[in-house]
């Protein structure tokens, strides 16, 4: 039996057919998408994913794929990113189990009603915040870091009791085709499913029309993403890349500002949202820190970076030829700058004598190449940072604590980090996410399950007795209103104005 004909082939979504595991994928007509779409809606609608002891099914199976496959993961993202184990098994697997395993711990209490302050008028009644689901959600992940940036959305999706489609980077494709095939032989095929769609039709996959929208990338893709959410109204969560900045003062120790950042930069080589894009250097520490990112680049990757296993390579081609043509009109290369094009190998590179009116310095980078621009004090630094958009994070490294307050309290960014880089973005316990024009909304632990929730305001009230709430009704007379006006006067005094209503 013959496919039925597309309404409009220039509209075609370029998704792959979900497949048996090991059969290649094939290209198929939207109309999967729409029937993928109603398939979770009706699973959604019989109330299949209220339960809790359904989202902590789904989350327990979620880990143990991870288990059961870390090798196939391993393989992927090494075909995909020349990424090494470490990096995959600690910044992909480990990172989301972290997170699945925490919403297991928490998701009874998360699940509860919230009770909130009563007023003179509600004594007597229920005050609550209920936590429901939003519905069909959509989760489109990045490929800087596939696994992580699908899988880490989803969790806060299941255990807010949501049904999901997953949208894996086609960058990415042999990470892309594993989920595909792992996903429906561990979580419920009519509540989640997996599309492989191209990045261009995204946009008409979202006019569709879900609940939510979650998208990773860069802000080009992402403001078309909320565009075309914006047609349907759908809300959207959105995480984008931007320029970070790294603030180094004179009064750090060096040895360890140097590693921390390097290891930030050049991982999954420096293909990262969060990954400093810059370096302002304090001109007293500069020449040592050169010198230092020097020595600890040897430590790490070797005389030659391109025989370590430590070391990745760039995603594609079309990535690899942006990074370089930046590099190459940019700055003096005082470390690295070696290109291999048939590998999509770029060293590490540092770059020295750069310009605010660079290449480099006015698009984002995703590539293993840093500038370091000098400026004289923590007041030019703070001046150069608040002169750009806001950034998704902001790091600082200075033994002067009262420097690192000035940069945390002095500027705007989606998230910060002292002496550190990155480690902001992997926990649990916080919220990550952007502000301005790196996004909005948030992720990680109870903030995912927030994310995808909706918090529903509740008053459940008798009707066996009515406080002063009798006086609202018609006829209105001036005695009653007095005696409002009084009520209100008496509360303001301990709970803000008119909280008698």
Request: proline share 6%; aromatic share 8%.
């Amino acid at each position: 039996m013959s496919n039925p004909p597309s309404p409009s082939p220039t509209r075609w979504f370029k998704a792959l057919r979900r497949t048996r595991l090991g059969e290649p994928c094939l290209r198929t007509y939207p109309l999967e998408c729409v029937d993928l779409l109603r398939r979770a809606r009706i699973a959604f609608q019989a109330g299949r994913t209220l339960k809790e002891c359904f989202r902590l099914t789904q989350l327990e199976a979620l880990v143990r794929m991870l288990e059961e496959h870390e090798c196939d993961f391993v393989d992927a993202l090494g075909r995909d990113l020349h990424k090494p184990r470490f990096e995959t098994v600690v910044f992909e697997l480990i990172t989301v189990k972290n997170e699945a395993l925490h919403a297991i711990t928490n998701l009874k209490k998360w699940m509860q009603p919230q009770p909130v302050e009563k007023n003179l008028s509600t004594t007597l009644d229920e005050c609550l915040v209920i936590s429901e689901p939003l519905g069909v959600v959509f989760i489109m992940g990045s490929w800087c870091n596939p696994v992580q940036m699908c899988l880490v959305p989803l969790v806060g999706a299941i255990a807010a009791g949501n049904c999901a489609l997953v949208s894996p980077s086609e960058y990415t494709v042999h990470t892309a085709e594993l989920l595909h095939r792992l996903i429906p032989f561990y979580l419920d095929n009519e509540c989640f499913h997996v599309i492989l769609a191209g990045i261009s039709d995204l946009p008409e996959i979202v006019e569709l029309k879900f609940d939510h929208i979650f998208f990773t990338g860069n802000k080009e893709e992402g403001s078309k993403i909320a565009v075309a959410a914006a047609r349907t109204l759908t809300p959207v969560t959105l995480i984008l890349g931007s320029k970070n900045p790294c603030y180094v003062d004179q009064n750090c120790d060096v040895a360890t500002t140097v590693q921390r950042i390097a290891w930030a930069c050049f991982h999954n080589a420096g293909q990262s949202l969060t990954a400093p894009s810059y370096i302002l250097c304090h001109t007293d520490v500069k020449a040592r820190l050169v010198q230092a990112l020097k020595c600890c680049l040897m430590e790490f990757y070797g005389p030659d970076p391109r025989e370590s296993r430590s070391f990745g390579r760039m995603v594609n081609l079309d990535i690899f030829g942006r990074t370089r043509d930046l590099l190459w009109r940019s700055g003096k290369v005082v470390v690295g700058g070696q290109v291999t094009e048939a590998e999509k190998y770029i060293a590490p590179t540092v770059l020295t004598e750069v310009a605010e009116s660079d290449p480099i310095m006015q698009q984002e980078v995703f590539g293993p190449v840093l500038p370091i621009l000098s400026v004289n004090d923590v007041d030019e630094a703070i001046a150069f940072i608040n002169k750009q958009e806001k950034p998704l994070c902001v790091y600082a490294y200075s033994t002067n604590s009262k420097i690192i307050s000035r940069i945390m309290q002095e500027t705007s960014s989606g998230s910060f980090c002292s002496n550190d880089c990155i480690l902001q973005s992997l926990m649990v316990a916080l919220p990550f996410g952007g502000v301005g024009a790196c996004g909005m909304g948030s992720f990680h632990g109870r903030y995912s399950f927030e994310t995808f929730s909706h918090r529903k305001a509740s008053l459940l009230r008798g009707t066996r007795f009515e406080c002063v709430t009798y006086l609202r009704f018609p006829p209105y007379e001036d005695r009653n209103l007095s005696l409002m006006t009084w009520a209100c006067a008496l509360s303001q005094k301990s709970q803000g104005w008119c909280q008698i209503l």
